[in-house]
């Protein structure tokens, strides 16, 4: 099962407005990465993050990963329509090993 | 430059059927990780080949196997298929000795009637 808390689980909000979703762990990552799934799609990468408190930003988006290793969060600044899609947090032991994925975040942004 | 492609993108079966499921890395991409994502879940890790071997494994029965080819395609499969094997299976690839992260494809919808 999903070692991974992500949450919240679905966020409803209106175009223009800042999203923010979290994930934490039990154990510790040495990478941390975002992913962003749109229907009938794969997971596609937005930002991945390789050191305990690295910031780092893609565009609109933002991650940080968690000083203690153990989480990480993503924030999205003024939200635009094809923001639309569920938002999987992902970490790695190993920089070649599996991922562990969190259960996602829905995002639905309304005009 | 070609991403992960992955065939076929649907398929139906029946209960007790055998499956087999394609992947093409990206280019230069040499390691290949099966995901499982049933509906409304995160993708969980199956296994993962590398120089033809299967190198890590997640909590699957023996039921499901794979194979990766000196081209580094690989092919996953499932056999006496249950109703829960439905989901949608992806495929990631990444570049050894790399810190480049795994990238996916649009995944194989397998649906058990």
């Known amino acids: 099962g999903q070692q991974l808390n992500q949450s919240p689980q679905s966020m409803f909000i209106q175009e223009g407005e800042d999203v923010s979703m979290n994930c934490t762990s039990s154990s510790i990552f040495n990478t941390w990465l975002w992913y962003k799934q749109d229907p009938g799609e794969g997971p596609v990468l937005l930002i991945a993050l390789y050191k305990a408190g690295e910031l780092t930003s893609n565009g609109r988006l933002t991650a940080q990963f968690g000083i203690t290793r153990k989480d990480s969060f993503l924030n999205i600044s003024a939200s635009i329509p094809s923001d639309v899609g569920i938002y999987f947090c992902?970490?790695?032991?190993?920089?070649?090993?599996?991922?562990?994925f969190g259960a996602g975040t829905q995002v639905v942004v309304t005009p | 430059d070609a991403g992960v492609t992955q065939s076929p993108t649907h398929l139906i079966k029946t209960r007790g059927q055998q499956v087999t499921l394609r992947c093409s890395p990206k280019s230069g991409h040499d390691t290949v990780s099966w995901y499982q994502q049933a509906l409304g879940q995160g993708p969980q890790f199956i296994f993962q080949?590398?120089?033809?071997?299967?190198?890590q494994r997640g909590n699957f029965p023996d039921r499901f196997s794979g194979h990766q080819f000196p081209n580094y395609s690989s092919e996953l499969n499932v056999n006496a298929l249950l109703l829960g094997d439905s989901a949608l299976y992806l495929c990631?690839?990444?570049?050894?000795?790399?810190?480049?992260?795994?990238?996916f494809g649009d995944g194989t919808r397998l649906s058990i009637l």
């Open positions: 992902a970490g790695q032991l190993a920089s070649w090993g599996k991922l562990q």
């Open positions: 080949y590398y120089e033809e071997e299967e190198r």
């Open positions: 990631a690839s990444s570049r050894q000795n790399s810190n480049q992260p795994q990238h």
